[in-house]
Nanobody
Framework: QVQLVESGGGVVQAGDSLRLSCTAS????????MGWYRQAPGKQRDLVAT???????NYADAVKGRFAISRDVDKNTVYLQMNSLKPEDTAVYYC?????????????WGQGTQVTVSS
């Protein structure tokens, strides 16, 4: 059973930084893409950043230049360094991991971690 455990959320002021972590356990197969999504109240879940097994990174326009995604392959962990946080970054942040087992791919979600940025 694959489990994703997230940590690092909290309440901060505008301009502050936070670092989110997400570790996958129980993995049988190969972890491909890892990423972060966020969902603000009353809104849809949107992509924040992804990183694939080749190291290719993709960011949402809203976070480019402020957020940085990275991964530790040995620890099955993905990080999201968030700098210069803005009130509009307030959301529940979800980790997403794609795992390939044989010829099939599976997507898993973390439980979410709240990030609140006050002005």
């Amino acid at each position: 059973q694959v489990q994703l455990v997230e940590s690092g959320g909290g309440v901060v002021q505008a301009g502050d930084s936070l670092r989110l972590s997400c570790t996958a356990s129980g993995v049988i197969g190969i972890i491909g893409i890892m990423g972060w999504y966020r969902q603000a109240p009353g809104k849809q879940r949107d992509l924040v950043a992804t990183i694939n097994d080749g190291g290719t990174i993709n960011y949402a326009d809203a976070v480019k230049g402020r957020f940085a995604i990275s991964r530790d392959v040995d620890k099955n962990t993905v990080y999201l360094q968030m700098n210069s946080l803005k009130p509009e970054d307030t959301a529940v942040y979800y980790c997403n991991v794609g795992i390939v087992v044989g010829e099939r791919g599976y997507a898993y979600w973390g439980q979410g971690t709240q990030v609140t940025v006050s002005s």
